[in-house]
């Protein structure tokens, strides 16, 4: 059985930095396609930082780039997603997710899910 547990969320003002981190169990996550997700209330869900099982190329959207960066330990199972410079507008529950090996493009075809961790970002 898959399961995703996220941690490291929490409260910041703008500009300010947080790192949120994902275990993984019940896969071997170094096969796996990983990404970040996140959700605003009222809003879609949408990727903010995938890696493809595919080649490893990372895939971040434009309002993150440059800010986010996403990294992984397959030794640790584990995955992480560094935020910097965090704005009001990245306010959200954030998700980690994986993706069975060659199903995945950018943030697309995700399969297993976290609970999600929330990030406020306020003054």
């Known amino acids: 059985q898959v399961q995703l547990v996220e941690s490291g969320g929490g409260l910041v003002q703008p500009g300010g930095s947080l790192r949120l981190s994902c275990v993984a169990s019940g896969i071997d996550l170094d096969l796996y396609g990983i990404g970040w997700f996140r959700q605003a209330p009222g809003k879609e869900r949408e990727g903010v930082s995938c890696i493809s099982s595919a080649d490893g190329t990372p895939y971040y959207p434009d309002s993150v780039k440059g800010r986010f960066t996403i990294s992984r330990d397959n030794a640790k199972n584990t995955l992480w997603l560094q935020m910097n410079r965090l704005k009001i507008e990245d306010t959200a529950v954030y998700f980690c997710?994986?993706?069975?090996?060659?199903?995945?493009?950018?943030?697309?075809?995700?399969?297993?899910w976290g609970q999600g961790t929330q990030v406020t970002v306020s003054s």
């Open positions: 997710a994986v993706a069975l090996p060659y199903t995945d493009h950018q943030c697309e075809g995700f399969d297993f």
